[in-house]
């Protein structure tokens, strides 16, 4: 008798307010963080199309309806060298002999600053960014020093030495690109 009584005395008002108090707030995170997937998902777009012209290591256009224009997709994830700079066509040739004519899905969300749609490209279900990364023809994607996707891979590849890491001269794409600027600009 005494020990039910000191539980309601000492944790009957905990209780009462972990459900007054946290579990409001709980439920109002967890409904905002389905809403934002859900948005999230919807404006994911899942494409099927012809891969007609490989423009570099992470860009690609892909024809996904007759009536439509190709579609020019930048490869999310990855960062592949620029065609002016060292390992850049072997990156762009790499990709040209897996894709070229190949029917492949797109799953895009978003545009970047040029006005490629970014996504994700499957061949046969393998997921192109993560090959190119594998392969060592491009690097992770990075975002304020976080590398998210492919990673393992990214790694792995330096580590064997594949692609572009072979000659020990690698530059990342992004600093070349600071440093010469695009392409066209280096020619």
Excluded at 93 to 103: F, T
Excluded at 138 to 153: I, T
Aim: with cysteine; aromatic share 8%.
């Amino acid at each position: 008798m005494i020990k039910k009584h000191c539980f309601n005395l000492c944790f009957r008002p905990l209780d009462q307010w972990i459900r007054a108090r946290v579990a409001p707030e709980l439920i109002a995170v967890v409904v905002f963080a389905l809403m934002t997937l859900q948005a999230t998902a919807a404006t994911r777009q899942v494409q099927v199309g012809t891969v007609t012209r490989v423009v570099d290591g992470d860009t690609l256009w892909v024809n996904t309806s007759a009536s439509q224009p190709p579609l020019k997709v930048r490869i999310q994830g990855i960062d592949a060298p620029e065609i002016c700079q060292l390992g850049g066509d072997q990156a762009r040739d790499a990709l040209k002999a897996r894709v070229l004519g190949q029917k492949v899905t797109v799953m895009s969300g978003a545009r970047d600053d040029y006005g490629r749609t970014l996504a994700t490209v499957h061949l046969q279900g393998q997921d192109m960014g993560r090959w190119q990364v594998a392969q060592g023809h491009a690097w992770v994607y990075s975002y304020r020093a976080r590398r998210v996707l492919y990673a393992q891979e990214f790694a792995q590849a330096q580590a064997a030495r594949r692609g572009v890491f072979s000659a020990g001269q690698a530059e990342e794409p992004r600093l070349f690109r600071k440093r010469h600027g695009p392409c066209q600009r280096t020619r």
